[in-house]
Nanobody, 124 residues
Framework: QVQLVESGGGLVQAGGSLRLSCTASGRTFSREHMGWFRQGPGKEREFLSAITWSGIYTYLEDSIRGRFAISRDNTKNTVYLKIDSLKPDDTAVYYC?????????????????WGQGTQVTVSS
């Protein structure tokens, strides 16, 4: 079992920045691939970014490239998502998730453990 807790969301103005954090407990965090997803109002949950357990490889959805950045600190059991130049369309609940090795980490189905999410609201 891996327990995930997201934090760092909130209400921000368009153009601002946020850094979301996801702290894990339970199984060995350093062996899990980690991903970030979001679900906007009336929308399906969508993949944003992922990072392998080593932190060497990262994946980023094309539509957010240049504004989002994923990183992890295995000494703190934490994965981060930095978001710059926030837009009202970024308003959503942001989720982190953990996937075992050899999982398809760009797909929602590859993830086994999920956090409860953190709300990000961007005002215009």
């Amino acid at each position: 079992q891996v327990q995930l807790v997201e934090s760092g969301g909130g209400l921000v103005q368009a153009g601002g920045s946020l850094r979301l954090s996801c702290t894990a407990s339970g199984r060995t965090f350093s062996r899990e691939h980690m991903g970030w997803f979001r679900q906007g109002p009336g929308k399906e949950r969508e993949f944003l970014s992922a990072i392998t357990w080593s932190g060497i490889y990262t994946y980023l959805e094309d539509s957010i490239r240049g504004r989002f950045a994923i990183s992890r600190d295995n000494t703190k059991n934490t994965v981060y998502l930095k978001i710059d130049s926030l837009k009202p369309d970024d308003t959503a609940v942001y989720y982190c998730a953990a996937a075992p090795p050899n999982s398809p980490i760009e797909q929602l189905s590859g993830y086994i453990y999920w956090g409860q999410g953190t709300q990000v609201t961007v005002s215009s």
